[in-house]
């Protein structure tokens, strides 16, 4: 069995959890969160047998192989640093850090300590995105023309709506590009098998000042308690525009937004080429649209019997039989820990799990989009 401990209990903690324990040859062992009472409080809930407040005690315990990053954006440097140091593997949360700079960092050291490392960037597990991604691979839509779509949310929708993930020094300079756009980018560039090298953004704040209560709300549902509100300037971006050029000339764009009424998580994403076009959109994850000229168009289903051989394995049951964002958080935590328990770390272009290569290129992206905004230009991605 390998041993795992998790660091941060809020949102996400708990998912990587609940997809780990599927896999059946990996066992949460410990995990962290300040204070120590809350760790303990959480470690009972959720079953597991160790709790720790520190992250250091937590690395020191006995046989640990892997952590996971759980933290709220700002810690995740420092502690990916940590677990690194501790020679173990690491499965981070995204964004991998909050500067390009960290970012070539991390990667040095993740390459120098030896380990598997991971970025939580789960779209690209989806049954029907590795579908699309195989479809493109074969040629199935020609020569590559576009790719556009966009990432909505409403659940900052509101002036009383509120979240660490508002303020720069918890969260970063960017929210919506970086919490969501981020996903969006890495998703597209693994569907297309292409990168995205020059961007031109336009970002907006639709709430300068936002109503903060003693606790604030928690991620992606409405706000925990009223009165006692307290105006906070808003200096992250609730919505925002891209328009992007691959590194084949191929262009795109794609609108990204936290304020978007009734859009709870729709990430969707169309692709244009010269025989064909394939859309997704993850809340109808089980479907893909393939769109001819000559021919009628096709929704194509995630039953294994008629995927590509490829693609087939990352859908596990019948066709009709929906899996959603679990299932592809599943299949990310199941090829992570396949690595590990093969000793492969994979190559910095694998088809399979983001590792920080990926982390890293997304955080790339982040600042570009950040830098085009604020000098309202197109700007290079680093590299």
């Known amino acids: 069995?390998?041993?795992?401990?998790?660091?941060g209990t809020g949102f996400i903690g708990p998912a990587h959890i609940e997809a780990i324990r599927r896999l059946g040859f990996v066992r949460v062992v410990a995990l962290c969160d300040t204070p120590l009472e809350v760790a303990r409080a959480k470690a009972a809930q959720l079953n597991v047998p160790h709790a720790y407040g520190d992250v250091d005690a937590l690395l020191a315990h006995p046989g640990l192989d892997a952590v996971h990053n759980c933290t709220p954006n700002h810690l995740h440097a420092d502690i990916n640093r940590k677990i690194l140091r501790a020679g173990k593997h690491v499965f981070s949360e995204k964004p991998?850090?909050?500067?390009?700079?960290?970012?070539?960092?991390?990667?040095?050291?993740?390459?120098e300590a030896g380990v598997v490392h991971g970025v939580s960037f789960v779209y690209r597990q989806?049954?029907?995105?590795?579908?699309?991604a195989s479809m493109l691979r074969h040629g199935q839509a020609g020569r590559l023309f576009s790719a556009h779509g966009s990432y909505l949310q409403d659940w900052m929708l509101l002036e009383s709506d509120y979240n660490w993930r508002v303020e720069a020094n918890i969260g970063g300079v960017s929210r919506a590009v970086a919490d969501i756009g981020s996903h969006w980018c890495d998703t597209v560039q693994f569907v297309t098998g292409r990168r995205i090298t020059d961007v031109m953004a336009d970002l907006s704040i639709v709430w300068p000042t936002r109503k903060a209560g003693v606790r604030g709300g928690s991620t992606f549902t409405a706000r925990q308690e009223a009165g006692g509100d307290e105006d906070l300037p808003v200096t992250t971006e609730d919505m925002g525009f891209v328009l992007f050029r691959f590194d084949d000339g191929s262009k795109g764009g794609f609108h990204v937004s936290q304020v978007c009424a009734g859009r709870k998580n729709s990430l969707s994403f169309e692709v244009n080429g010269s025989e064909a076009s394939v859309a997704w959109d993850q809340e109808t994850p089980q479907k893909l649209w393939?769109?001819?000229?000559?021919?009628?168009?096709?929704?194509?289903?995630?039953?294994?019997?008629l995927m590509e051989p490829d693609a087939a394995g990352w859908?596990?049951?019948?066709?009709?039989?929906?899996?959603?964002?679990?299932?592809a958080f599943k299949n990310?935590?199941?090829?992570?820990?396949?690595?590990?328990?093969?000793?492969?770390?994979?190559?910095?272009?694998?088809?399979?799990?983001?590792?920080?290569?990926?982390g890293a290129n997304v955080m790339f992206i982040i600042e570009a989009i950040i830098k085009s905004h604020r000098q309202q230009r197109w700007v290079s991605v680093a590299s």
């Open 96 to 111: 991998l850090c909050m500067t390009a700079d960290e970012a070539r960092e991390l990667v040095q050291m993740a390459q």
């Open 1 to 7: 069995m390998i041993n795992v401990g998790i660091i």
């Open 315 to 327: 859908a596990h049951f019948p066709g009709g039989h929906i899996e959603g964002w679990p299932d």
């Open 126 to 132: 989806f049954a029907m995105v590795r579908q699309a």
């Open 290 to 305: 393939v769109g001819h000229r000559s021919q009628p168009n096709q929704w194509l289903s995630d039953d294994p019997g």
């Open 332 to 358: 990310m935590m199941l090829q992570y820990y396949s690595a590990i328990r093969n000793g492969k770390t994979p190559a910095p272009d694998s088809r399979g799990f983001a590792t920080f290569h990926d």
